[in-house]
């Protein structure tokens, strides 16, 4: 036994992991564990704005949104980015005017083409067996140059994929009042995921929802590995305790929170229509997110209906703590990370079974059977009938661990995935 585990340990060490991202996609997580243990060659991102960097005092736009782009636990690891390229293309896109979808691919383009030219430079740096991870829609280009130098390459499936788009595409459909300036997904974009899929060695996704979805749409269930997201508590959220009260009334009324993107994808139509089907009752929805649908004048002023907008990362948690319920009712969802935050800040949960495996119904929240405005209400009013059953809850979810969410979890999975090849 122990020849096998020295034996298993020496292999490991004899792999080199590069990391390929745009963004600070789960804070880093991959490069991060693959760091822990040794095992990061190089960490290659499109910006990277260390505490000292010039950058990170500047107080104007675009400057400020790269001032998060740095994590602690990395900056001893050779990481490579491109800040005044970047700086250069999104000013660029600006003053060309592109649509959204034009200026996600073409970023996607810029980064592996940036990030190829680096590579060039650090291939013959790398002695042992090499693996090369990108996320989706940004691992072509990539993925095609590392097939040349001999190396595996591993997809990281950000989404569903095209029959996600599909359940949103019928969603609009059903509810055009709310479109906006929102467009389908260009036929070209799935073309090049596919390609990727067929270069890829691993696909990992975040969730058996995603695993089945990219099966249904063709793609080779062998090469599929589940791997939830990582994500540690806030300290603050450690000792935090939930209280509620006796019964909701005006003065006090339920406080449902909604918090992400509020798009169709997320269910905000079967939110605003539970609004609807719950006039008059002491529940207050708060809305936290950027809006990019078509809001109703009817809803945009509902008295019941607290429209925040976008907030920064570090003031979600005041939302968490005041809410007495968290809605997840997303149509389709790669994992759904805030279900994690809210379970975090012991928070019951109303979710969709479309995500991440997060809310054990009865136990932590309610699992709803189907996405609709009436699902959401009926769930509404058993809460208000039974405010005890929140405290309940929200007791039981302070109990239970996020184990499988660990950094030292995903380290275990991607030692696995290299072991398989």
Not at 155 to 182: A, C, F, K, N, T
Not at 209 to 223: F, P, R, V
Not at 273 to 302: C, D, M, N
Request: net charge neutral; proline share 6%.
């Amino acid at each position: 036994m122990l020849q096998t585990v020295a034996s298993t340990t020496l292999y490991l060490n004899m792999t080199s992991w590069i990391c390929c991202q745009i963004g600070a996609r789960e804070h880093y997580a991959i490069p991060r564990a693959l760091h822990e243990n040794e095992q990061l060659a190089f960490l290659i991102t499109d910006a990277w704005v260390a505490p000292q960097s010039p950058l990170a005092v500047l107080p104007f736009s675009p400057t400020k949104a790269l001032k998060e782009r740095f994590h602690p636990a990395l900056q001893h690891a050779s990481v490579h980015a491109f800040n005044l390229s970047l700086i250069r293309f999104e000013i660029s896109q600006k003053l060309q005017k592109t649509s959204a979808w034009d200026r996600m691919i073409a970023r996607n383009y810029w980064f592996q083409k940036q990030a190829i030219n680096r590579l060039k430079k650090l291939a013959p740096q790398l002695k042992t067996r090499s693996i090369l991870f990108s996320y989706s829609y940004a691992a072509l280009e990539l993925f095609r140059f590392a097939k040349q130098q001999g190396w595996l390459t591993i997809l990281g499936q950000i989404d569903p994929g095209p029959l996600e788009e599909e359940i949103v595409i019928q969603e609009y459909e059903r509810s055009p009042q709310y479109r906006g300036d929102w467009k389908p997904v260009p036929a070209a974009y799935w073309q090049t995921w596919r390609e990727e899929c067929e270069l890829a060695d691993c696909i990992m996704v975040n969730s058996y929802w995603s695993s089945q979805l990219l099966e249904k749409a063709g793609i080779n269930s062998d090469k599929i590995q589940v791997v939830p997201l990582v994500y540690t508590p806030p300290e603050t959220a450690k000792n935090f305790s939930r209280t509620y009260p006796e019964s909701f009334s005006p003065e006090r009324p339920l406080r449902a929170l909604f918090l992400g993107q509020v798009t169709l994808r997320k269910g905000i139509t079967s939110v605003l229509a539970a609004v609807e089907k719950l006039a008059g009752y002491p529940i207050e929805f708060w809305l936290v997110g950027s809006q990019q649908i078509e809001i109703p004048p009817q809803l945009e002023t509902h008295p019941q209906i607290r429209w925040v907008g976008q907030v920064n990362r570090s003031e979600t948690a005041q939302y968490y703590q005041q809410a007495d319920v968290f809605l997840f009712p997303t149509l389709s969802d790669g994992f759904g990370l805030t279900q994690l935050e809210a379970q975090a800040w012991k928070l019951p949960i109303i979710a969709s079974r479309c995500c991440g495996e997060v809310v054990v119904d009865g136990v932590n929240g309610w699992l709803l059977d189907e996405v609709s405005g009436e699902a959401i209400a009926y769930q509404l009013k058993s809460i208000l009938h039974n405010p005890q059953y929140l405290e309940y809850l929200a007791q039981i979810s302070s109990s239970q661990e996020l184990t499988n969410h660990k950094l030292s979890n995903l380290s275990s999975f991607l030692q696995t995935i290299a072991n398989s090849f």
